[in-house]
């Protein structure tokens, strides 16, 4: 894939993941000293997308295929958000509101995590290694 291509798609799909982000922010918003959920919920559906997204990707022999670039790159990683992540925490601390924060942190960490990891599930991930073709060891 040549390198316009892949600014365009990168373009084109951060845009729609910018616009979603920015509509739930807009419909759904976060009141000052109170819990991100909005924030929360966009970024732990966001990284189980992306598990989704890569394993089915791989499973099907096209990690490099198109559809990363757009919607892994460009579509995903515009509409998750590590920097609102770590300017509400920082705010959410300086505001005195610490316990919020820590548990903020703490449910978008882990929950990141195990959203991937339930993505890569959905899509079929297997816990074991798949077995050597006949001939092989």
Known sequence: MNDRKTVGLVAA??????LARYGLIRAFPI???HFPATTLAVNLSGAFLLGVLLEALLRRGRPDHWLRILAGVGVLG?????STFAD???LLARDGH??????YDAVSL???VV?????L???GWRYRPPLPDEGES
Do not use: C, N, Q
């Not at 515009?78 to 590590?82: L, M, P, S």
């Not at 610490?98 to 548990?103: G, N, Q």
């Not at 959203?115 to 993505?119: F, P």
């Open 31 to 33: 009141s000052a000293g």
């Open 78 to 82: 515009a509409y998750t958000t590590f």
């Open 115 to 119: 959203a991937v990891v339930l993505g």
């Open 88 to 90: 509400e925490t920082a």
């Open 13 to 18: 799909g951060g845009a729609i993941g910018a």
């Open 121 to 123: 599930v959905v899509a």
């Open 98 to 103: 610490v316990a919020t924060a820590v548990v």
């Open 110 to 112: 882990v929950g990141g």
